[in-house]
């Protein structure tokens, strides 16, 4: 690729974000999550939120991820609750101030050790 052309493709990747609908700002990210639109996200809307890929990706519907369903093909199956303890990990490691509920200003922070 020219430079030229990757100079403009560069330029143009925010704007194919925001007509995809990608999330722009913490902020933005938040309110796709929150799925009361209280403008704070507790641990069940993050983790109703982020299972929506894993149920995507589980074709047969039986709550494992087999190696078939990974992307790649391969891998460890993952089960649901597995997937959700780990949600439920990370979302506490988030909640930096220990309130239950996650501000724009926590999502968008790296989680704790």
Known sequence: MSPRRLAAALLLAPALAIAQGFPRTPADYLARLDGNGDGRL???EYVAYLSAGFARLDTDG?????ASELPGGRGRAVTLEAHQANLRRQF???DRNHDGRLSARELAAPPQP
């Open 42 to 44: 507790d641990e069940a």
């Open 62 to 66: 039986d709550g494992v991820l087999e």
């Open 92 to 94: 506490h490691k988030l």
